[in-house]
């Protein structure tokens, strides 16, 4: 069984740019989840898809955005990149509820220059 | 708003030892979930061992286990017989059911095995 794959693994943009992060569940998983992980502030929630629907969001800005297709897969998006966006991308997906386990991906690594 | 903390940064163990991580947490909600992840220098995060709230009994994964005491807010993971391959960042977890599955984490702990 394939494991969350998330794509690009490494990513170098330019502030001001925009990039579009990719995550592919588990199969027959629907529930995908995205965190940032950073040294100075850990790992924070940005937002769960479920069943194409957003259903949970963390505190970020408008700048980060995200969607799920009715395959499950989910990418993320952030427009204007700052400097401070530089981090580890994870998703996580599950089967539904949070009774279940969050598998997680290898995360992409985002670097803002 | 839920909260997670790890005290301890760091944290280094001999191999074939017991070592303590330490984790507390706040939260105003009753029936919710904690986790213990590991995360190894090739990043992926993996589910160690998982506590539900309204269980007494700790949980127990071969050589991992927790002391769960929910009066006190505490969740603390014993490894037993370290190994070197339990090298990793240890991260505390946290979810409610009124949260789908938004996990809160704690600041993680660098465990160290020496030989």
């Known amino acids: 069984k394939a494991g969350v794959t998330q794509t690009p693994r490494y990513l170098i943009k330019t502030r001001g740019q925009q990039v579009t992060l990719s995550c592919s569940p588990i199969?027959?998983?629907?529930?995908v989840s995205w965190y940032q992980q950073t040294p100075g502030q850990g790992l924070q929630f940005l937002f769960e898809?479920?069943?194409?629907?957003?259903?949970n969001k963390g505190n970020f800005p408008g700048r980060f955005s995200g969607r799920q297709f009715s395959n499950s897969r989910s990418e993320m998006n952030v427009s204007t990149l700052e400097l401070g966006d530089s981090a580890l991308y994870l998703c996580?997906?599950?089967?539904?509820?949070?009774?279940?386990?969050?598998?997680f991906g290898q995360g992409t690594r985002l670097t803002v220059v | 708003a839920q909260t997670v903390t790890q005290s301890q940064p760091e944290m280094s163990v001999q191999e074939a030892e017991t070592v303590t991580l330490s984790c507390t947490y706040d939260?105003?909600?009753?029936?919710?979930?904690l986790f213990w992840y590991k995360q190894p220098p090739s990043r992926q995060m993996i589910l160690v061992i998982r506590?539900?709230?309204?269980?007494?009994q700790n949980a127990t994964e071969n050589r991992f286990s927790v002391n769960f005491q929910k009066a006190a807010k505490s969740f603390s993971l014993k490894i037993s017989d370290s190994q070197l391959g339990d090298a990793a960042m240890y991260f505390c977890?946290?979810?409610?059911?009124?949260?789908?599955?938004?996990?809160?984490f704690g600041g993680g702990t660098r465990l160290m095995v020496k030989p």
């Open positions: 939260t105003s909600e009753s029936d919710y979930y």
């Open positions: 898809y479920f069943s194409e629907t957003q259903r």
């Open positions: 506590q539900e709230a309204y269980k007494q």
């Open positions: 199969s027959g998983h629907r529930s």
């Open positions: 977890a946290y979810i409610n059911n009124n949260a789908g599955n938004m996990l809160t």
């Open positions: 996580a997906s599950s089967l539904s509820g949070i009774n279940t386990e969050a598998f």
